[in-house]
């Protein structure tokens, strides 16, 4: 069982910056590939950034360039880092964490962090 904590949303104006943290608990988080979803009103979840317990990443096509997504497993934290920000990026922000193998599948979810980016 994990338990994931977000923070760090807010209001930020147009080009603005944001960093948000998922704090995990209750198991090993550095086995986990982590992840960020966001969801906007009326609109599917989708994936802005994940990151393996490897380290390798990946991005939406949407917010290279702009975001990073990083993780302590020291902390076990996971973070994204939010630059330039635009109107577009506003959004419920969910940190992820999954594990899979051949036997095992693991999901779970943090409740989300709001942003919203307007002037």
């Known amino acids: 069982q994990v338990q994931l904590v977000e923070s760090g949303g807010g209001l930020v104006q147009p080009g603005g910056s944001l960093r948000l943290s998922c704090a995990a608990s209750?198991?090993?988080?550095?086995?986990?590939?982590m992840s960020w979803y966001r969801q906007a009103p009326g609109e599917q979840r989708e994936l802005v950034a994940a990151?393996?317990?490897?380290?390798?990443?990946n991005y939406a096509d949407s917010v290279k360039g702009r975001f990073t997504i990083s993780r302590d497993n020291a902390k076990n934290t996971v973070y994204l880092q939010m630059n330039s920000l635009r109107p577009e990026d506003t959004a419920l922000y969910y940190c992820?964490?999954?594990?899979?193998?051949?036997?095992?599948?693991?999901?779970?979810w943090g409740q989300g962090t709001q942003v919203t980016v307007s002037s």
């Open positions: 209750g198991s090993i988080f550095s086995i986990y590939t």
């Open positions: 992820n964490a999954h594990y899979s193998d051949a036997v095992l599948d693991y999901e779970y």
């Open positions: 990151i393996t317990r490897g380290g390798s990443t």
